[in-house]
């Protein structure tokens, strides 16, 4: 486990989960994350490569500083889609004012992404609020 790395245990089954958003359920346990309002729900982080598991089992969240690979739900841009947060689904769409900033895009492939494409993000986790 590296720094920017903790390990949780599953709630619901997130074997197939790389790369989507989680939020905390209790005190020892994540599963995927359905809002990005910001006080709505805590996320936590992204399933790291590798590290989702079934139900009870470890999960290793990819926490603030790591650098990873996330997953796209819906189209984005390079450079006018900087800032993530989730979909209703843990995956990345676009942030906007009220949203939880979960990820930043980072890699240097591909102007664009489509839904499902995965992308690579330094995990983030701060409020978004519009520049006025």
Do not use: C
Not at 31 to 45: C, K, M, P, R
Not at 56 to 79: N, Q
Request: charged letters at 15%; hydrophobic letters at 40%.
């Amino acid at each position: 486990m590296s720094a920017h790395t903790r390990t949780y245990l599953a709630s619901g089954d997130l074997s197939t989960k790389e790369g989507y958003v989680v939020k905390m359920s209790n005190a020892s346990a994540v599963l995927l994350a359905t809002d990005g309002t910001i006080g709505t729900e805590d996320l936590v982080g992204i399933v790291a490569q590798g590290g989702g598991n079934t139900n009870g089992l470890p999960v290793t969240v990819a926490m603030a500083g790591a650098v990873t690979r996330g997953i796209a739900g819906g189209t984005l841009t390079r450079g006018t889609h900087r800032y993530l947060t989730t979909d209703g689904n843990g995956k990345l769409v676009a942030a906007v004012a009220g949203k939880t900033v979960i990820a930043e895009w980072i890699g240097q492939a591909g102007a664009s992404a489509a839904s499902g494409d995965f992308i690579e993000i330094q995990v983030t986790n701060f409020p978004f609020v519009l520049d006025t």
